[in-house]
């Protein structure tokens, strides 16, 4: 018990030691980083539908194109730099997830194919696709018990 | 002979021969750039993964420590080497070549103390004439091992450190030099029960804290005996921390108090946060600016203390503690 409240001491004590980063600087950056990820997406939308997609298509289209210049950028190091200043506005937008797919790619493709790629690929990324779709299932199954009891109709 | 509860005060004391540092292109570029004896362009040093480069570097520092010393690979007893890697492969597949019998050691960034400590003590006990120790740490290879792929997009918070990509040889012999390893004090693992694997400064500090403490106890010496406490990689946040701990047992080190983390990168332009870490941050520091410095007679005597944080992906996981290590080197100009 003695002991339990001296690390406490010491963790609270660290706590207070350790400098952190500015919450209110990194909020507005990262709004701004995501804002203009988001704004750059919605401009690809536009162009398409002006090209006479229709909106599914056209927004299939736009995941696509923001996914292959995350990958891109991700390649060429410049994705990480954007990221150390925009920290969460560029984490959130699909652009994050597609750069943790192809960070571990690149990193584990020494370690060969299967082994290398194949097995590590969503080391990062592996978390979201699975509580995502659990998340995805549970809903449902509220969705379809709603329905099935007449509350919903 | 042993001195205190945890030290050993050398009868005839060893001697450091010769040393050798090599380190990457970031810490060529930091204040210490032009002391290391090889800096790398290239972070992978002409190889194709971190892990061979590691290797790289503890090969040449090793052939560079010897070649400084005119020593053969074949006069060397023993080596001493380690590094972070899992089941140390960057030293196994490093020194192979070099065909010295080996001991192959873990003691996190602290490695270079325990190599000494131990190379120290097999020459001191006369079991051969020459020992070899080494460590090495690279950038690549740790943030694969224990963080995230180089290219993941993330924010470092202000405490992380940066894992140096270096490695420091220390040839340890009979024959004459201008240091000597005069006394060694092992650490313990001291465990506050911290948590947080990105301010490895704290979790160290409580441990350098204690071996200093063992090592001026053991000695019966004062801080000021000492020209510089040096210790590993405590960086900005464990330095104050450490402060702190030694101001509360009574002890004042704030004036000769030096760390290896804060010594290497500039933190201003380097944008290393709390500064450096890894086994070749205390290793090619030591080699490249402490030793000079002993040399010379700058420094009479030195504390050597590299400070390691005890974990592994898994423990930390898992929702261990992160402990810490330390040991005292003490060395002393002849």
Redesign the interface.
């Known amino acids: 018990m003695d ?2 409240r ?2 406490q001491a ?2 609270n ?2 706590k207070k ?5 500015n919450l209110p600087a ?1 909020m507005g950056k990262a709004f701004i980083a995501g804002g203009v990820i988001c704004t750059v997406g919605q401009a690809v939308l536009n162009i398409c539908e002006k090209l006479g997609l229709d909106k599914d298509v056209s927004g299939g289209w736009t995941s696509m194109i923001l996914v292959v210049a995350s990958v891109l950028l ?2 060429f ?1 410049i ?2 730099r ?3 200043w925009g ?1 969460a506005g ?2 959130v937008p699909i652009t ?1 997830f597609a ?2 797919v ?3 790619a ?3 493709k ?1 370690e060969g194919q299967v082994m290398g790629i194949g097995c590590k690929i969503f080391t ?1 990324a592996g978390p979201v696709i699975l509580y995502g779709i659990f998340t995805s299932w549970v809903l449902g199954f509220g969705y379809w018990l709603l329905k099935v009891s007449g509350i919903i109709a | 002979m042993t001195k205190g509860l945890q030290s050993i005060a050398f009868k005839e004391s060893p001697y450091l021969v010769s040393s050798a540092s090599v380190a990457g292109k970031k810490e060529g570029e930091g204040p210490l750039g032009k002391m290391f004896d090889m800096v790398e362009k290239e972070d992978l040093f002409g190889e194709n993964t971190w892990e061979e480069a590691e290797s790289t570097m503890q090969k040449e520092a090793c052939l560079l420590a010897m070649g400084k010393a005119h020593v053969e690979a074949k006069d060397v007893r023993y080596l001493f080497g380690g590094d972070l890697l899992r089941q140390g492969v960057a030293t196994s597949m490093g020194v192979s070549e070099l065909n010295i019998p080996l001991f192959g050691l873990f003691g996190a960034c602290s490695t270079s103390g325990e190599a000494l400590a131990l190379a120290s003590m097999s020459v001191a006990a006369g079991y051969g004439e020459y020992m070899l120790a080494v460590t090495s740490s690279h950038f690549g290879s740790a943030e694969k091992e224990f963080r995230f792929p180089l290219g993941y997009a993330n924010q470092r918070p202000l405490s992380a450190q940066w894992t140096v990509t270096g490695s420091g040889a220390f040839l340890v012999g009979t024959k004459r030099s201008h240091v000597r390893i005069t006394g060694v004090t092992v650490g313990k693992i001291v465990d506050y029960g911290l948590k947080d694997s990105q301010n490895m400064g704290a979790c160290m500090a409580p441990a350098a804290c204690d071996t200093i403490i063992r090592n001026l106890e053991d000695f019966g010496r004062k801080a000021e005996d000492y020209n510089r406490i040096i210790t590993g990689d405590l960086g900005y946040v464990g330095q104050s921390i450490l402060f702190d701990l030694m101001r509360g047992k009574g002890y004042d080190i704030k004036k000769n108090h030096m760390d290896c983390g804060m010594t290497i990168f500039d933190q201003m332009t380097q944008d290393t946060h709390a500064g450096g870490s890894g086994c070749g941050c205390a290793a090619t520091t030591l080699s490249a600016y402490i030793l000079p410095k002993v040399e010379r007679g700058e420094w009479k005597r030195v504390l050597f203390v590299p400070t390691g944080a005890l974990m592994s992906t898994v423990s930390y996981n898992e929702g261990a503690s992160v402990p810490g290590i330390a040991h005292g080197i003490v060395l002393e100009h002849c």
């Open positions: 002991k339990e001296q690390q010491y963790e004590y660290v030691k350790t400098p952190v980063h990194n991700t390649g190091n994705y990480p954007i990221a150390k920290g560029t984490l994050g750069n943790s192809a960070a571990p690149i990193e584990y020494k990062i």
